[in-house]
């Protein structure tokens, strides 16, 4: 009896002393991620109407689905539930030290982008961007949630605010730029075809080599040399069609 009350005495003084150290413990200790907890909040779309679509259009998009949460870009500490301590000194995108200033963002972007990142930074985009502040980043094409990815319509769009009739700023790069996106789309197809039909054939190490090829036509994009591209992409796409054209005669044959 001794024994058992002597157990059950130590159990509450243990339990007491954690109950005791729980209320020291603060509600950031907790929190997973509270830049999603304030901002989620319906409230905002009244109070800043901005930053709800901006949430909005965060949630399910790649970043989100990849993992990639408001401080990974945008800085501060999303463990402290208090915004005063949560938000940075130079969270505002106008700070020149923000992560998400301007001249900032491919930099912030490169932290996971690294191969398109060290492309980009060879760029005259890059240089104009650095030296003047006039040149684009990766928001300007891409959005600043990655909702826009290589379709032609954002070239002519987009590029052409800067290369255009009126300004006389190569202009002609509007029709290449489609063109080259355009074939690496078809490319797509036919390695997506491909993938599918020699996954167990002696041209796996062709494909292979050939899905390197177009992996390293789509990086160099950004660095927007569009001479060399322009002719890899003809090659990679004169390529794919000959291996679809022969692979179609040769079982055509078989069938007859």
């Known amino acids: 009896m001794r024994q058992l009350k002597g157990t059950l005495l130590n159990f509450l003084i243990i339990t007491a002393s954690v109950l005791f ?60 539930a208090k915004k005063e301590k949560a938000h940075p000194k130079n969270l505002s995108p106008t700070n020149i030290s ?15 982008h690294e191969k398109v990142y060290k492309n980009f930074i060879q760029s005259k985009h890059y240089k104009a961007l650095e030296k003047a ?5 990766c928001a300007t094409c891409h959005g600043s ?10 070239v002519s769009k987009t590029c052409a605010s800067c290369h255009n009739q009126q300004t006389k700023n190569h202009p002609e790069i509007i029709k290449t730029a489609e063109q080259i996106l355009q074939r690496l789309n078809v490319s797509r197809g ?4 491909a993938s ?12 292979k080599s ?8 789509s990086d160099s994009w950004h660095q927007f040399n ?27 044959k078989k069938k007859e």
Not at 29 to 35: K, N, R, S
Not at 198 to 207: A, C, G, N, Q, T
Not at 230 to 252: G, M, P, Q, V
């Open 21 to 80: 150290l729980i209320p020291a413990l603060s509600a950031d200790t907790f929190a997973v991620d509270t830049c999603i907890d304030c901002h989620k909040d319906k409230k905002f779309r009244i109070q800043d109407k901005k930053l709800f679509n901006y949430y909005n259009k965060w949630k399910g998009s790649i970043h989100d689905v990849a993992g990639v949460s408001c401080s990974d870009c945008h800085g501060g500490d999303s463990t402290r």
């Open 98 to 112: 923000s992560m998400v200033f301007y001249k900032n963002i491919p930099k912030t972007c490169g932290k996971c």
């Open 133 to 137: 502040g006039k040149g684009p980043n």
């Open 145 to 154: 949630l990655v909702t826009n990815v290589y379709y032609a319509s954002i």
């Open 190 to 193: 036919y390695l997506k075809w």
């Open 196 to 207: 599918r039909h020699f996954k167990d054939s002696d041209k796996v190490e062709l494909l």
């Open 210 to 217: 050939i899905n390197k090829l177009y992996q390293n036509i």
């Open 226 to 252: 569009f001479a060399n591209t322009d002719e890899n992409s003809r090659e990679l796409l004169s390529e794919l069609r000959t291996i679809f054209n022969e692979t179609y005669n040769k079982e055509k």
